[in-house]
Structure formats: structure tokens, C-alpha cells
């Protein structure tokens, strides 16, 4: 579930009901932002200029690159969760 096309056309399940249904572990606030890893597409920037999704940070260090969310209040911005990468 959630699972993102890298590099094509097809990006699908920006909010899945499993987004929606998370809340952020130190404020509280519903609906983080999913992270996306690797290159972003076009469409992908777009999305995180609409707020959709968080497009991650590509210099992050090996440990960091696998952040699935991110609370999206003001001051917050804290990442948790684990991508499944299997899924
Ligand atoms: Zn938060």
C-alpha cells in the first residue's frame, strides 16, 4: 500500500486511508505528510508545493532515508515511521 512510481507517470495514494488515520506521536496532529525518497518527478514537486506529500531530503545519510512521515504543523515538522519498501 502506498507505493510510489519512481520516474513514471503513475503516482498514486497521496492519502491513503492509512495516512489519514496516523497522528503525530509528539503534537498529535492528523494526516502527516507521506515522505517520498529518491529523485522527485515533476509531478512529485508539484505535489509537495500543494502540500501533498514531503519530498525528503536526498543528501540525507542512509539512516535517514527510510522516514516515512511527517507531521505537517507549523513548529512540529517531526518525522517518524519506517517506509515499508516491500510493500
Ligand atoms: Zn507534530
Known amino acids: 500500500m502506498g507505493a510510489f512510481t519512481f520516474g ?7 492519502k491513503s486511508a492509512t495516512v489519514l488515520a496516523l497522528v503525530c506521536p509528539r503534537c498529535s ?3 502527516p505528510l507521506e515522505i517520498v525518497h529518491g529523485v522527485p518527478s515533476a ?9 501533498l506529500i514531503a519530498i525528503a531530503n536526498p543528501f540525507a545519510s542512509h539512516g535517514d ?3 516515512a512521515y ?6 512540529c515538522g517531526h518525522e517518524w515511521g519506517v517506509i515499508d519498501w516491500e510493500a
Not at 513514471?8 to 497521496?14: L, V
Not at 511527517?70 to 513548529?75: D, I, L, P
Request: contains cysteine.
Open 8 to 14: 513514471g507517470d503513475t503516482m498514486h495514494a497521496f
Open 29 to 31: 496532529l492528523p494526516s
Open 43 to 51: 509531478e512529485m514537486i508539484e505535489a509537495a508545493v500543494a502540500g
Open 65 to 67: 532515508n527510510t522516514v
Open 70 to 75: 511527517r507531521c505537517r504543523a507549523t513548529g
